[in-house]
């Protein structure tokens, strides 16, 4: 049990004073653009909740919503099962171990618009190795630059390569956590493979898969960088995931007001979403 | 060989082709790239990293990097250990809802901070300085590294604690002699995941500066949209940018492997 101790507080303020620095001033001025109209040279009218009610009703936020949902949706239902398939497979001693470790955690250490320019040259049709071969060798029509469907197959794989990792080196820690003696009790009771994933391995993993799905869902609905390295929202705007969208008409438009307003409820929903994962996937902790 | 190898070594192999590529691409000249597949380098070449390595524009990006992103480090990691010691071991007003306002910043989307981040480093004076970015890139990388290190402490026993105090160690003594060694594993791993988010981010990094403290990334974006089509020396660029993530891999990699396996237990 955790002693009640009012002083801890201490030991949180440094953490407390950074981030409040970083995170309520900014946040504060996105507060102050939301509700006002400007024309340039400063000079702000107060505008009210009007920026929200456009923002809401509009189509191109529905359309850029839905297509964020559908980005992030497909990342998780992929990364989540496969990151545990590969772990699951993986090694648990030996000198292969620190290999894949390492090899698995270099495409996390690259910066994001590097990730972008990579797959850019990986996929140009009949020059990058992925596109020569799909066109080439395959003999199908792959163009990310001209077809929708292509566009959105290259940004799915791109952070199924990207981010899948972080699932498996979680689930791993997870895994060689699980004492021997687990393994043995199991085998003498006669329990199958699936009986020992999902009554031994499956509960101990639990809370580092919580981390990885909570991360996933995060990362993935912020992402901004590689989709935008690698198609630019298009072709069209089939691939416009919401920050792109945000950033297009905060900075390509340079409409502060819209732009402020939609920052923060585009913040309301990843954080709505996260309490939700969150609390039902720290429910039984709680009891 | 076991059957069940097969799918590590198919996951590598994915996660190394388009790795393979790009290495390869930085060792062709422009022409080639242009001019059709290739497998391999059909004309070797290190024209690409010798501008690189000559050019200060292109190294010092490289440079600037590295010294927000070990600042930024050193500065998670040290606040944010007393901060995961309170949350592990005491109840205090307001720490779960604290605990989750911290997570929360991990949620706000970097393209929603970028203009006021601006605004407000340069008000304080400290735009363009590799600590603006360091400072700025605490807003994700703090609340991570409670949040790991939090979960290290919470497979320590409470009763080392309880002993040490018996034996008459004074908190700061108990902390840095006893408690530190222990959870060594986990600052491993905490500092390599700060490492790891604040090398890899760029467009806050690229906000908050200009010139003196310029990351390598913004570097490359401008030469990709100003230099042209210029293939070769992007890849070479880029090349580059996977080294230090990888050393730094290499050097925690015991780390990682025995740290994982201490952690969350």
């Not at chain 1, 850029?64 to 648990?92: D, H, K, N, W, Y």
């Not at chain 2, 105090?165 to 700060?194: H, N």
């Not at chain 2, 390598?216 to 880029?238: D, N, Q, V, W």
Request: aromatic share 16%; charged share 10%; hydrophobic share 55%.
């Amino acid at each position: 049990m955790k002693t009640e101790n009012q002083r801890a507080w201490f030991f949180v303020l440094p953490v407390l004073a950074l981030v409040a620095f970083n995170a309520l001033i900014p946040i504060m001025t996105v507060v102050n653009y939301s509700v006002q109209e400007t024309f340039g040279n400063n000079v702000f009218f107060w505008q009210g909740l009007d920026w929200f009610e456009q923002i809401l009703r509009s189509e191109r936020f529905h359309a850029a919503l839905g297509r964020q949902f559908l980005f992030t949706f497909l990342i998780l239902i992929i990364e989540v099962p496969l990151g545990i398939i590969v772990a699951l497979s993986m090694p648990r001693q030996g000198m292969w171990v620190p290999v894949c470790l390492v090899t698995m955690a270099l495409p996390m250490l690259i910066p994001w618009n590097v990730v972008g320019s990579m797959w850019n040259i990986f996929t140009l049709p009949n020059i990058g190795l992925l596109g020569y071969f799909l066109n080439d060798v395959v003999g199908l029509n792959y163009d990310m630059t001209q077809q929708p469907i292509s566009a959105w197959v290259t940004i799915v794989v791109m952070d199924v390569w990207h981010w899948t990792s972080l699932v498996v080196l979680l689930s791993y820690a997870g895994l060689v956590s699980i004492p021997d003696a687990y393994y043995q009790a199991a085998k003498i009771d006669g329990a199958s493979p699936w009986k020992v994933f999902r009554y031994i391995q499956l509960p101990k993993m639990k809370t580092v898969l919580t981390i990885a799905v909570l991360l996933r869902f995060m990362d993935s609905f912020n992402i901004y960088t590689e989709p935008f390295v690698l198609t630019g929202g298009g072709p069209g705007n089939s691939t416009t995931l919401l920050s792109i969208d945000l950033v297009k008409i905060a900075l390509g438009q340079f409409d502060l007001g819209p732009a402020a307003a939609m920052s923060l409820i585009y913040f309301a929903i990843t954080l709505l979403v996260s309490w939700l994962f969150y609390t039902l996937m720290t429910k039984d902790d709680a009891q | 060989m076991k059957k069940r190898s097969l799918i590590p070594i198919l996951y590598i192999a994915f996660l190394l082709l388009p790795i393979y590529w790009l290495v390869a691409m930085s060792f062709k000249t422009t022409n080639e790239i242009l001019s059709g597949f290739s497998l391999f380098p059909q004309t070797f070449t290190l024209e690409n990293y010798r501008v690189i390595f000559t050019d200060p524009t292109w190294y010092w990006g490289y440079i600037n990097s590295i010294i927000y992103v070990s600042m930024n480090t050193v500065i998670s990691v040290s606040v944010a250990l007393p901060a995961a010691y309170a949350f592990s071991r005491y109840r205090f007003l307001g720490d779960k809802q604290l605990f989750f306002w911290l997570l929360t910043n991990r949620m706000a989307p970097a393209a929603v901070f970028a203009l006021p981040f601006f605004q407000l480093y340069s008000s304080v004076g400290l735009f363009d300085t590799h600590l603006a970015v360091a400072l700025a890139h605490c807003l994700f990388n703090i609340p991570l590294a409670v949040w790991i290190l939090e979960g290290f402490m919470g497979g320590i026993p409470k009763e080392l604690d309880e002993t040490a105090y018996v034996d008459g160690y004074s908190f700061p003594r108990f902390f840095a002699t006893i408690f530190l060694p222990t959870i060594k594993a986990g600052v491993g791993v905490a500092a390599f995941f700060c490492f790891m988010f604040s090398w890899v981010e760029l467009l806050l990094a690229k906000t908050l500066t200009a010139v003196a403290a310029k990351p390598i990334a913004a570097t490359m974006t401008k030469t990709a949209s100003s230099a042209g089509y210029e293939l070769g020396l992007l890849a070479a660029a880029g090349t580059l940018t996977i080294i230090p993530g990888a050393i730094v891999i290499y050097f925690v990699r015991n780390y990682i492997a025995k740290g994982f396996a201490l952690g969350r237990v």
